[in-house]
């Protein structure tokens, strides 16, 4: 390399300059309506959320199914550390990537091919295998042609890092044998270039906008780097390797992209500037923001659930199978007579609910794609025992709080919706629990804590919400960095050893 990390570098605010004089074309609004699979290449832990973060949380936003393929695992950030080896060192650095990517595009697969870090020149072929395989399985039909709508983004080859190059020569040359869109997003070019070097590519750039949501979930996601914003130790090689004035260059409300692609696919360029926001209140990659619109929930959550048959990663992360478990396992009562799940999804965690439902288990989501998975895998899962009570199971299409399902409810479970309510929709849905929560009944309301894309609303929020109203008593509160489980019931709470004569 031709530069280290820990000198100054060009200044954001020559950049922005020169950006704006040269402004590079938008990516048209409708873009992600074209593609069925978003595959995002980083050489290292950290490069996808410095060069892509808002383009994972746009394509998360509009729906598109999202696979994060990381190069290397980062083992080499801290050559002469005394307090980390190098396999600790890639753990943790995975452990950040993956929660980064968590906060930016809930649904999206991350992958480690844990190549040589430093090394990655060497390993091209690997990668490429990697990614054929990735591609294999991206889209409908024949992989092999434009048809199967894949977007490829890596790192790119300019940036004076031979990891960054041999991870864009990889993905160019799958790109070119599927004839498939690539992208590719720089990172140190920020840093060793001045706005006038003749490297810097600004006849092939294009931009992609960002709400200032999804610039705000980029900050939080870049924090969660914390290897590599903060030093490791105070001692002598445990520096830190990404200073402010080069994070700097993330805060933007756009990302830069170098088009690599010969004749680039259906989504072309419009002539609005770098800086302009989205101005199509329609268009999904804005969704996140217009979900109280019963229409644009729909199509967003229908959209979102038909690119994917595991969008949240409900049935593939560990993380997901110990929250559902924790929340079944708070649940104050051995079994329910009746039972509604207010945004069932698939129907993962309905599966475990209804084992726990006696007479009646209602499912409501607004995706009717999301509610055919459900009730696909309830069928599988309550299938008649001699032994077990046998609960008739429904999944309706509702526009929560507008629309309600008849009661009355043993025990209501809220579970990763709230946030998606406007304030009178959240007071809504409270007033509607209340009017057909049975007196002895139960609610559980769970939520992801961390900023959600194009939401003003956190886990946080709408928990202290459910909290403040006088119709309910909070019985079990677990509270963890990620998200937050209570469970609540009509006043008063008795906990579970009185009620079973214990005290």
């Known amino acids: 390399m031709s530069f280290t990390h820990d000198t100054v570098g060009t200044p954001e605010a020559a950049w922005l300059g020169a950006?704006?004089?040269?402004?590079?074309?938008?990516?048209?609004?409708?873009?992600?309506?074209?593609?069925?699979?978003?595959?995002?290449?980083?050489?290292?832990?950290?490069?996808?959320?410095?060069?892509?973060?808002?383009?994972?949380?746009?394509?998360?936003?509009?729906?598109?199914?999202?696979?994060?393929?990381?190069?290397?695992?980062?083992?080499?950030?801290?050559?002469?550390?005394?307090?980390?080896?190098?396999?600790?060192?890639?753990?943790?650095?995975?452990?950040?990537?993956?929660?980064?990517?968590?906060?930016?595009?809930?649904?999206?697969?991350?992958?480690?091919?844990?190549?040589?870090?430093?090394?990655l020149s060497g390993a091209v072929p690997a990668m490429r295998e990697r990614l054929e395989a990735l591609v294999g399985v991206a889209g409908e039909g024949d992989p092999g042609t434009r048809g199967a709508r894949v977007l490829l983004v890596s790192t790119w080859a300019g940036d004076r890092h031979p990891d960054h190059e041999a991870a864009c020569e990889a993905t160019a040359a799958v790109a070119e044998s599927r004839e498939l869109w690539h992208l590719a997003y720089p990172v140190w070019l920020w840093h060793w270039a001045a706005v006038d070097d003749p490297a810097v590519p600004w006849d092939s750039f294009v931009s992609v906008s960002l709400d200032p949501e999804i610039v705000d979930a980029k900050l939080h996601a870049l924090a969660l780097h914390t290897s590599q914003v903060s030093p490791l130790s105070g001692l002598p090689g445990d520096e830190v390797l990404l200073h402010e004035g080069?994070?700097?260059?993330?805060?933007?409300?756009?990302?830069?992209?170098?088009?690599?692609t010969p004749s680039p696919p259906a989504p072309a360029p419009s002539s609005t500037p770098a800086t302009a926001p989205s101005s199509t209140p329609a268009d999904l990659t804005t969704a996140p923001a217009e979900l109280h619109d019963s229409g644009v929930a729909a199509d967003y959550f229908d959209r979102l659930h038909a690119g994917a048959d595991d969008p949240w990663g409900f049935e593939s992360r560990w993380y997901e199978e110990r929250k559902r478990a924790l929340l079944v396992a708070a649940l104050p009562d051995r079994r329910y007579g009746t039972v509604l799940e207010v945004g069932c999804s698939t129907g993962v965690l309905s599966a475990a609910l209804l084992e726990r439902t006696t007479e009646r288990f209602v499912g409501v989501d607004v995706s009717e794609v999301a509610l055919e998975h459900a009730r696909t895998r309830a069928a599988a899962a309550s299938a008649p025992s001699p032994t077990a009570p046998s609960p008739t199971a429904e999944f309706r299409r509702l526009q929560v709080p507008a629309e309600w399902p008849e009661g009355p409810f043993d025990l209501v479970v809220v579970s990763e919706v709230g946030y998606y309510l406007d304030a009178p929709d959240l007071v809504g849905l409270l007033d509607r629990i209340l009017d057909t929560l049975t007196p002895g009944g139960a609610v559980a309301v769970c939520h992801w804590r961390h900023p959600v894309a194009g939401r003003t609303a956190t886990g946080d929020d709408v928990h202290a919400a459910f909290a403040a109203h006088p119709g309910l008593d909070r019985l079990a509160h677990h509270l963890e960095e990620d998200f937050v489980l209570d469970v609540f019931t009509r006043a008063p709470a008795v906990s579970i050893a009185r009620r079973e004569g214990i005290l």
């Open 19 to 119: 950006i704006e004089r040269h402004d590079p074309v938008e990516l048209q609004e409708g873009m992600f309506a074209e593609i069925d699979h978003l595959v995002l290449v980083a050489a290292h832990p950290d490069d996808e959320t410095l060069g892509a973060a808002g383009l994972l949380a746009r394509a998360y936003a509009a729906g598109v199914r999202t696979t994060v393929l990381v190069a290397t695992s980062g083992e080499a950030s801290h050559p002469d550390s005394s307090t980390h080896r190098p396999d600790e060192l890639a753990r943790l650095r995975e452990i950040e990537t993956e929660k980064a990517v968590a906060l930016m595009a809930p649904g999206a697969t991350v992958e480690f091919a844990r190549l040589p870090d430093g090394g």
């Open 246 to 260: 080069m994070l700097e260059h993330f805060t933007r409300s756009f990302e830069l992209f170098v088009d690599l």
